[in-house]
């Protein structure tokens, strides 16, 4: 919103459009039309992803220090399920209101170049919540699994090839995967918010 004035300059880019256009499924049903109250609409979907998750992280702190959240565990007597799905459906909606937006607004921010920063600032913080939901998903259904391993052979081992339980492992993939992925997202970074725009 500041490239294009503030909240002010926002309304009223909005208020000169013929319709406001809605972003699938939605826009295959209505036209709305343009007023302020869409600049509110846009900022509360796009904001309430910033205040529904750290409330959703302090529930499941108190869920895990009564021995209820269980992480990774995709069980519906646990936190996790309830704690994963509000988030994700936070982060949709999220999205929705930035498709939304941009969609929009794209011929008044196209000096700006804004289409590879939400890729790739939107890619840092979603993808990663979502890959750590796809390897609880993996280590739930079993397709990440410990191997055993037979101490007769190995004097080494002690239960499985690495040593650690499968949560371990699933921690462990996450973190290796994350670090060579900032390494490509801080070159993406440096190339998109350049000092020169």
Same mark, same amino acid.
């Given at each position: 919103? +500041? ?8 309304e009223e880019a909005?208020?000169? +459009?013929e319709r406001?256009? /809605?972003?699938?499924p =939605?826009?295959?049903?209505?036209k709305?039309?343009?007023? &302020?109250?869409?600049v ?6 796009l904001?309430?992803y910033?205040?529904i ?9 108190v /869920?895990?220090l009564?021995? &209820?959240?269980?992480?990774g565990?995709?069980k ?14 936070s ?6 209101s930035?498709?939304?937006f941009?969609?929009n ?6 000096p700006f170049?804004? /289409?590879a920063? =939400?890729?790739t600032? +939107?890619?840092?913080v979603?993808?990663i *919540?979502?890959?750590?939901v ?6 739930? &259904?079993? &397709? /990440? ?8 052979v190995?004097e ?5 090839? $690495?040593?650690f $339980?499968v ?15 900032? =390494?490509?997202?801080s070159?993406?970074h440096h190339w998109? *918010?350049?000092?020169?725009?």
């Amino acid at each position: 919103t +500041k490239y294009l004035g503030g909240h002010r300059g926002v309304e009223e880019a909005i208020a000169r +459009k013929e319709r406001i256009h /809605l972003t699938f499924p =939605f826009g295959c049903c209505c036209k709305p039309l343009p007023n &302020v109250k869409w600049v509110w609409y846009f900022k509360i979907g796009l904001l309430q992803y910033s205040w529904i998750t750290p409330i959703c992280s302090g529930i499941a702190v108190v /869920l895990n220090l009564t021995n &209820v959240y269980s992480n990774g565990v995709w069980k519906f007597n646990r936190g996790y399920p309830y704690i994963t799905i509000i988030i994700n459906i936070s982060q949709i909606l999220a999205l929705y209101s930035l498709i939304t937006f941009y969609s929009n607004m794209k011929d008044e921010l196209k000096p700006f170049q804004p /289409l590879a920063k =939400f890729i790739t600032i +939107k890619l840092l913080v979603f993808f990663i *919540f979502w890959q750590s939901v796809l390897m609880s998903g993996l280590a739930a &259904v079993g &397709v /990440l699994r410990n191997t055993l391993c037979d101490p007769q052979v190995n004097e080494y081992c002690h239960g499985s090839t $690495t040593g650690f $339980t499968v949560e371990q492992e699933k921690i462990l993939l996450e973190n290796i995967l994350i670090c060579v992925e900032m =390494f490509f997202f801080s070159i993406a970074h440096h190339w998109i *918010f350049s000092w020169k725009l």
